[in-house]
């Protein structure tokens, strides 16, 4: 069965971090890319990070340069988004999603991944 799952969103206040985990099962896990995504609400989804977990591609939105960053544990079937230094600009609603990966390594685009997790809340109080 194929599966996505998100966990690890709550609430903070402005500075501090947060990690999200994103299990992805019933895939091979190498030929995945691998994508964070966040909607918040008024605006469009917007692709956070992104990483193809077999090709080593990743994509980074400019308002998170810096601040988050994105890592893998194969062994594990799991991706992390440690965002730090949170604003309450990054409220939102964080998505992670599967998409394989392609000779053309580029993995921005949310209407181009397959699977999603149900999302998980990031609130950042100032």
């Known amino acids: 069965e194929v599966q996505v799952v998100e966990s690890g969103g709550g609430l903070v206040q402005a500075g501090e971090s947060l990690r999200l985990s994103c299990t992805a099962s019933?895939?091979?896990?190498?030929?995945?890319?691998i994508g964070w995504f966040r909607q918040a609400p008024g605006k469009e989804r917007e692709g956070v990070l992104c990483?193809?977990?077999?090709?080593?591609?990743?994509h980074v939105a400019n308002s998170v340069k810096g601040r988050f960053t994105i890592s893998s544990d194969n062994a594990k079937n799991t991706v992390y988004l440690q965002m730090n230094s949170l604003k309450s600009d990054d409220t939102a609603v964080y998505y992670c999603?599967?998409?394989?990966?392609?000779?053309?390594?580029?993995?921005?685009?949310?209407?181009?991944?397959?699977?999603w997790g149900q999302g998980t809340q990031v609130t950042v109080s100032s």
């Open positions: 999603a599967t998409r394989p990966i392609t000779t053309a390594r580029r993995y921005s685009l949310w209407s181009e991944y397959d699977y």
């Open positions: 990483i193809g977990n077999g090709d080593g591609a990743t």
């Open positions: 019933g895939f091979t896990f190498d030929d995945l890319a």
